[in-house]
């Protein structure tokens, strides 16, 4: 296996911690966003903070930003690049540095790209979209208190940590920090004790996204694996 292959495949794996923020996993690593500040707030109570997270959600129909994506870990690294989310269940993440891959998830697939590789993966996702952190951006906002348990640790910081109800979720908490409305961190502990931030910049909310961004046709030549 070459060197491409091995850096393509790493890639893949940090990515599974997404697949995004995505698909099959996206802490309890406090963002930073709410590091740097004093809190000096109770937490709200359950009922309190999954209102105030759908009321947040339910107002993103539609984002698109820049992203820097670090794991740290088994699989250590940086990657950043670009995506685009919309309800309901459309979501594309395009890593373009240090190497390139593309996810894009409509609600009943989604395809993995890795250009190295040469090679394209078509998963099914209908069964697992409902446990998962692409719920949170392109999913039902109203049912999210189904899949996750939501906590708020200072009722003053729109500040969340959800922790999946589900025994067979991938990872076992996912905060969210908001500024002005709009997601702008995400900090993902998985199941194998890595810890992957992802800091959104360039946000765009509730634009107008052409369709064609959540549709992928393997270009000629590439691998299909069908899963």
Do not use: C, H
Request: hydrophobic share 35%.
């Amino acid at each position: 296996m070459n060197l491409s292959m091995n850096k393509s495949i790493k890639q893949k794996m940090m990515n599974g911690a997404l697949a995004g923020v995505l698909t099959t996993s996206l802490g309890v690593a406090a963002p930073m966003i709410a590091m740097t500040q004093t809190a000096t707030a109770a937490p709200a109570d359950n009922l309190t903070a999954a209102k105030r997270l759908n009321t947040l959600l339910t107002n993103t129909k539609s984002m698109t930003a820049n992203f820097t994506q670090t794991t740290k870990g088994a699989n250590s690294g940086t990657f950043s690049g670009s995506m685009s989310v919309q309800r309901p269940n459309n979501f594309r993440w395009e890593t373009k540095s240090p190497s390139q891959q593309i996810i894009v998830a409509n609600g009943s697939s989604m395809w993995v790209y890795d250009k190295d590789l040469e090679q394209a993966t078509k998963q099914n996702v209908d069964s697992q979209v409902g446990n998962t952190p692409a719920l949170l951006l392109s999913g039902d906002p109203s049912k999210i208190d189904q899949n996750f348990k939501i906590t708020q640790p200072y009722s003053n910081k729109n500040y969340y940590v959800l922790y999946p109800k589900s025994d067979s979720a991938s990872f076992k908490s996912l905060s969210m920090s908001f500024s002005g409305g709009k997601p702008v961190m995400m900090v993902l502990n998985d199941s194998l004790g890595q810890t992957t931030s992802i800091k959104f910049s360039n946000i765009k909310l509730n634009p107008s996204i052409s369709s064609s961004q959540f549709k992928f046709t393997p270009p000629a030549g590439v691998d299909v694996i069908n899963q």
